[in-house]
Structure formats: structure tokens, C-alpha cells
Nanobody
Framework: QVQLVESGGGLVQAGDSLRLSCAAS????????MGWFRQAPGKEREFVAT???????YYTDSVKGRFTISRDNAKNTVYLQMNSLKPEDMAVYYC????????????????WGQGTQVTVSS
């Protein structure tokens, strides 16, 4: 069993930055692919970014060049650095883990955190 706990959300203005963290329990973190998803009110959950066990990354088009996903296996933590935030980035952000090599769909992930709210004012 893997438990994931997100932190770092908050209220910012458009153009500001935030760094989200996701702390994972268990000994399988280093072998897991980690992902970030988000869900805005009234919308479906959407993929944001993923990082493989080897450090390979992939992003949805709307965040490329602004968001960076990274991981620290020594700390069992994955991060999402979000720069140049826009009002459309406002959502609850979720961290997820999977044993798959690469995964960009929610159904491919086995474990989920509770989410952290990101609010961006214009």
C-alpha cells in the first residue's frame, strides 16, 4: 500500500509561482512512475505531468514550458514547480503513483493523494 500526501497549494495571483510536493510512504517510490493531475470545478480530471522511475518526463501541452515535474527518491517526494500561473490553472491538484513505465491516463494509476487546492486570481 502506498500513501500519498500533497502539499504546497494556495492562493496566488496570475503570473506567480507555486511548488507542489507529494510525499509518498512505502519502499516502492523509487520504482514507481509518478504523476500529477488536476480537476477544476465542473470539469473532468486531467493529466498534467508525469515522471518515470528513470526521470523521463512528459507534460500536457497547456503547461509545457511553465511547469516542471521532478522527484527526489531519497526523500520519497515528487514535486511540481508551477511558474507563470494562469487563472485556468486553478484546480485541485492530485498526485498519483503507478508501477507502469509510463502513464498519462488516470486509470493507469493505482494510488492517489487527497489533493491540494491551487487558486489563481486574475
Amino acid at each position: 500500500q502506498v500513501q500519498l500526501v500533497e502539499s504546497g497549494g494556495g492562493l496566488v495571483q496570475a503570473g506567480d509561482s507555486l511548488r507542489l510536493s507529494c510525499a509518498a510512504s512505502g519502499s516502492t517510490f523509487s520504482s514507481s512512475t509518478m504523476g500529477w493531475f488536476r480537476q477544476a470545478p465542473g470539469k473532468e480530471r486531467e493529466f498534467v505531468a508525469t515522471i518515470s522511475r528513470n526521470g523521463g518526463t512528459y507534460y500536457t501541452d497547456s503547461v509545457k514550458g511553465r511547469f516542471t515535474i521532478s522527484r527526489d527518491n531519497a526523500k520519497n517526494t515528487v514535486y511540481l514547480q508551477m511558474n507563470s500561473l494562469k487563472p485556468e490553472d486553478m484546480a485541485v491538484y492530485y498526485c498519483a503513483a503507478t508501477r507502469r513505465t509510463i502513464a498519462t491516463h488516470g486509470w493507469e494509476y493505482d494510488y492517489w493523494g487527497q489533493g491540494t487546492q491551487v487558486t489563481v486570481s486574475s
